[in-house]
C-alpha cells in the first residue's frame, strides 16, 4: 500500500528513471484498468441500494469496498497516469505525486481492509447461520468506521512519518489481513465439505476462494517484497509495475465478488438497460435473498437447493 515516489532529492534525473516504452506500458495498463475497474464499481454501488433482496449486511459490505476501489480506479489510477506522462518530459510535479500518494494509500488501504471484513464476515455467515446477535448493524457500523478511519490516518501517516517505518508497517498490516483472509477462507472451505450434499458444491466453492486468495496474492506480494526488502527505494520498473499490479486489483474486485451472484447479474443487466426504478421481487423468497452473501455457492449451503435463486 506505499505508494511514494522516490526518497531521492526531487530532481530532473531522478524523475526520469524509467526507460519510454515502460512509461507508456504503465499508463495502458492504468488507463485501461481504471475504465473496467469503474465501470465495475459505479455498477456495484447502485445495484444494492436499487435492489430489495440484496440489502443485507453483506452487501454493504460489497458496497463500501466499491466505494474504497472506485476512489482508487477513478482518482488513483487516473493521477498515477498523469503523473507517469509528466514523466515522460523529465519534470516531476510535487502536487501531482503527493496528491496520488494520498489517495492510493488511504484507498488501497481501505480496499485491503475491506477484503479482510469481508471474508470474516462471510465465515461468521457460514459458521453461525443461525446466530443473528453476531452480525448485527451497530457491529456493522462499528467494523465500518473502523476499515475507512484506520486508512485515512495510514494515508497521512505516509506523508508525514519516516518512509522507511510506514514501510515496514504496510508489510505488517496487509500480511495479517492476508493471513485472515487465509484462515477465514479455510474455515469456510471445510464447513462447506461437511454441509455439502455432492462435491460440485464443494468444487465451486473451492474454485470462487481459490480466484480471490489467488488474485490477491499476485497483484499484492510483488509491492509487499519490494516494499519489505528495499524499503527506501521507491522507484524503478519493477517498483512501479508493482504499484500497478496493486493499483488493479481494485478493477478486479467487483467482477471477483459479485459476478458470481445471480441477482447481482441480473440487478447488473437492470442497470445496463438504464432501468433505475428499485426492484422488489415478492412472496416468500424475499426473507431468503436477505440472506445473501457475497458467494453465490455459500448462499446454496446455507438456504438450500431448493431456493430458486440460489444458483
Excluded at 169 to 186: E, K
Excluded at 252 to 263: D, K, T, V
Aim: hydrophobic share 50%; net charge positive.
Amino acid at each position: 500500500m506505499n505508494f511514494s515516489v522516490s526518497t531521492l532529492p526531487r530532481t530532473p534525473a531522478h524523475c526520469d528513471l524509467l526507460p519510454i516504452k515502460h512509461i507508456y506500458g504503465i499508463m495502458a495498463v492504468n488507463i485501461l484498468s481504471a475504465m473496467i475497474g469503474t465501470i465495475g464499481n459505479l455498477l456495484v454501488v447502485a445495484t444494492v441500494p436499487t435492489t430489495f433482496s440484496l440489502q443485507a449486511i453483506s452487501n454493504y459490505w460489497l458496497v463500501s469496498l466499491a466505494i474504497a476501489d472506485l476512489s482508487v480506479t477513478a482518482l488513483g489510477q487516473p493521477l498515477f497516469t498523469v503523473w507517469m506522462g509528466i514523466l515522460v518530459g523529465s519534470q516531476c510535479n510535487e502536487i501531482v505525486s503527493q496528491a496520488f500518494r494520498l489517495i492510493a494509500n488511504m484507498s488501497c488501504s481501505a480496499s485491503v481492509l475491506h477484503l479482510c471484513f469481508i471474508s470474516v464476515d462471510c465465515c461468521l455467515m457460514i459458521i453461525w447461520p443461525h446466530h443473528k446477535f453476531i452480525r448485527t448493524k451497530k457491529r456493522f457500523t462499528i467494523a465500518l468506521v473502523i476499515a475507512w478511519t484506520l486508512p485515512i490516518i495510514y494515508g497521512v501517516l505516509r506523508l508525514t512519518v519516516s518512509k522507511k517505518a510506514t514501510s515496514y508497517f504496510t508489510v505488517i498490516g496487509v500480511g495479517l489481513c492476508y493471513l485472515a483472509i487465509i484462515l477465514c477462507y479455510t474455515f469456510i472451505i471445510l464447513k462447506i465439505k461437511k454441509q455439502a450434499s455432492g462435491h460440485m458444491l464443494e468444487r465451486r466453492v473451492t474454485v470462487t476462494i481459490a480466484i480471490v486468495v489467488v488474485i490477491f496474492t499476485v497483484c499484492w506480494f510483488p509491492l509487499l517484497y519490494l516494499r519489505s526488502a528495499f524499503a527506501e527505494e521507491n522507484f524503478g520498473v519493477a517498483y512501479n509495475w508493482a504499484r500497478t499490479l496493486a493499483l488493479s486489483n481494485s478493477s478486479m474486485n467487483p467482477w471477483i465478488y459479485c459476478f458470481r451472484i445471480a441477482e447481482f447479474r441480473e440487478a447488473y443487466r437492470r442497470l445496463l438497460r438504464c432501468q433505475w426504478k428499485p426492484a422488489c421481487r415478492g412472496g416468500t423468497g424475499g426473507q431468503h435473498e436477505m440472506n445473501m452473501t457475497h458467494f453465490s455457492e455459500l448462499e446454496i449451503s446455507q438456504l438450500g437447493p431448493t431456493n430458486p435463486n440460489a444458483v
